[in-house]
């Protein structure tokens, strides 16, 4: 599961670190990124790569309620090519969505004591996301956005058993390519992250949603150890 992450660049160092062309509108640092706000994602027509702001939370093209989306905010693995809301744009509507750190707890039994996990030092990545556009009877559209999760990896496996797909740069191109529509091709990408990451405790500031600035993603004091995972 991946219900929280951290974005804390501007809009023209994400633009520029995957080489797309910014949108338009503003986006400030963020550092408690929660379902169904808008956020930044890359997705690519043509050979073109472009950034634009969409919901979190994926409300399928088919779909009749909108709420739908507060419930495919993840899209799982395993099951990626036969869920009904995931298999048709995980073969040509793959995005990039851009994060600098994400977050899981741990329960204890007093409370849920946050961690942050980090790539490299604290360095910009992507999740491997899928988009889809959703048009309401009145005619208004609304482009939204999932990201795909896994099985946890060496750092996440103590807290908690899934983590957020992270790709290579070196897989960003296929992953893009909206005429790529082998899915064993993509579906390898889809693995516990590999490379160098950390992780350290944060403040259960973090815990409310309206707490959105740096101080939510600064080391802690851990108020509990790890003794599980909150989620099944």
């Avoid at 040509?92 to 790539?119: H, M, T």
């Avoid at 990201?147 to 899934?162: E, G, V, W, Y």
Wanted: proline share 9%.
């Amino acid at each position: 599961m991946c219900g929280r992450y951290r974005l804390s660049r501007r809009k023209q160092i994400i633009a520029e670190h995957f080489d797309a062309a910014p949108f338009d509108d503003d986006w400030e640092p963020r550092y408690n990124i929660a379902p169904s706000q808008p956020v930044p994602i890359i997705r690519q027509t043509n050979s073109t790569r472009e950034l634009s702001l969409m919901r979190w939370g994926l409300i399928p093209s088919w779909a009749t309620d909108p709420s739908i989306g507060f419930k495919t905010i993840n899209a799982r693995a395993e099951t990626i090519t036969t869920t009904a809301s995931f298999r048709d744009p995980f073969r040509s509507q793959r995005c990039l969505i851009p994060a600098d750190g994400f977050y899981e707890w741990v329960q204890s039994r007093k409370n849920k004591q946050p961690y942050c996990f980090e790539v490299g030092d604290g360095e910009i990545f992507a999740f491997a996301g899928l988009w889809d556009r959703w048009t309401a009877p009145q005619g208004k559209q609304i482009e939204s956005c999932t990201i795909i999760t896994t099985m946890a990896n060496s750092h996440l496996a103590d807290i908690h058993d899934r983590m957020p797909v992270i790709l290579p740069s070196g897989a960003y191109a296929s992953w893009l390519n909206p005429a790529m529509r082998d899915t064993r091709v993509a579906l390898g990408w889809l693995v516990p992250y590999a490379g160098a990451m950390r992780r350290y405790p944060v403040s259960t500031r973090i815990n409310q949603v309206q707490n959105d600035d740096e101080e939510c993603a600064r080391p802690a004091e851990p108020e509990a150890p790890p003794q599980g995972s909150l989620f099944a």
